[in-house]
């Protein structure tokens, strides 16, 4: 379940919680504590590795000539009918480096085409072999296995506008746990703060907290949340990418913009959203965020998102005064660059289970990462 507000561009977003703090003037149900089952056993199963031309995981990647063609456009009239002037070419990306590991962590999808279940997969001479499978979301850093729960907050009673005080309802706040130390991580804690006080000036305070995807030990994720004060006409909204680096014991990190592609893309997203609901148009767009996702064929992406000033009556970017443009290309953010490509054998499986994530595990960790997984 999604916060009734999510301003940004959706791609393989996952609601990791959605937890309302609701007053008297607004009444609505909270949200139940997510169980925490154990990893099982399942019968072995061996997967093809993939082939030339294979199945798509999540949606097809782009040909090479449909990439030629989108990186070097001619000139295009905008809405106005103005001529605008050639986009300048993206120059050609390194080649991808390729990740390496002996067994692998996927994200599959559910019927419903969100998170499903993480299923551990290790390599046997160029197969995937099924070793388990895992309900809760399960990422990996170089030394350890994380998983990804939550513990009930029970907020503070509160008059709110107003009205007789009401108990609210307990709350979740996701929480990064280690599979090997069993140590915490809540590096979204300060948004959930709202629920630890009370402002009667405010009818609801709403915080969701969304993965977005891993790429080898980097956690992508966004914090978003709502106030709607009393007398306000509307809810404020705001936006946080959140990068976490569970490699660096969950340090909040920020992907950069390539800067060999850094101004051809910002081109590209001005001439998308210049002739649309933007405050002014000629305004240069701004980077967001950077991040990257996998295509059918185990290539990384990089995604790079632009914001241009909106108004609130039709800005869908962050904090609803936005507008917002992501950008694709073969380049990559510097720090993702070691898991440009993935195995041939874990393309395979990532078809099999219908997964959009990979996370892979050294040789030298698959024992230890087969017993993590199987804990609590």
């Not at 990791?16 to 607004?26: E, F, K, N, R, W």
């Not at 989108?70 to 103005?82: K, R, V």
């Not at 990740?99 to 969100?114: E, P, R, Y």
């Not at 069993?182 to 959930?192: C, I, N």
């Amino acid at each position: 379940m999604r916060a009734p507000h999510d301003p940004r561009p959706r791609r393989h977003f996952l609601a990791l919680a959605v937890v309302p703090l609701l007053g008297a003037c607004a009444g609505a149900p909270g949200r139940e504590a997510e169980a925490q089952p154990r990893a099982r056993a399942v019968e072995v199963t061996t997967i093809p590795p993939a082939a030339t031309g294979a199945a798509s995981v999540a949606s097809a990647a782009p040909e090479p000539e449909e990439r030629a063609v989108a990186t070097a456009p001619g000139p295009s009239a905008s809405a106005s009918g103005t001529v605008l002037p050639p986009l300048p070419p993206l120059p050609p990306a390194p080649p991808r480096q390729s990740a390496d590991g002996a067994a692998a962590v996927l994200w599959a999808s559910s019927a419903s085409g969100g998170f499903g279940e993480s299923v551990l997969v290790e390599n046997a001479g160029g197969t995937a072999t099924v070793v388990a499978r895992r309900q809760e979301r399960i990422f990996v850093s170089r030394s350890e296995l994380w998983v990804l729960g939550s513990r009930p907050l029970s907020p503070v009673p509160c008059a709110r506008c107003g009205g007789a005080p009401t108990p609210p309802d307990q709350v979740d706040v996701p929480v990064l746990r280690s599979l090997r130390t069993g140590k915490t991580l809540e590096p979204w804690s300060q948004h959930y703060q709202a629920y630890a006080t009370c402002n009667p000036e405010v009818i609801q305070d709403e915080v969701g907290v969304y993965v977005e995807g891993a790429v080898g030990p980097y956690l992508l994720a966004s914090v978003s949340g709502s106030t709607m004060w009393c007398t306000a006409p509307h809810a404020a909204y705001t936006d946080e990418p959140l990068v976490l680096d569970l490699d660096a014991g969950g340090a909040p990190v920020t992907l950069e913009f390539p800067p060999e592609v850094l101004e051809p893309l910002r081109a590209r997203a001005h001439a998308e959203l210049r002739d649309g609901c933007v405050i002014d148009r000629d305004e240069s767009p701004r980077e967001y965020r950077a991040t990257a996702e996998y295509g059918a064929r185990g290539e990384l992406e990089g995604v790079y998102e632009y914001l241009m000033s909106a108004p609130y009556v039709c800005g869908l970017g962050p904090g609803h005064y936005s507008a917002v443009s992501a950008q694709r290309a073969d380049w990559l953010p510097a720090a993702l660059t070691p898991y440009g490509q993935l195995p041939a054998w874990v393309v395979g499986a990532m078809a099999a289970q219908k997964a959009t994530t990979a996370l892979l595990v050294a040789a030298d960790r698959v024992a230890a990462a087969k017993a993590e997984f199987a804990r609590k």
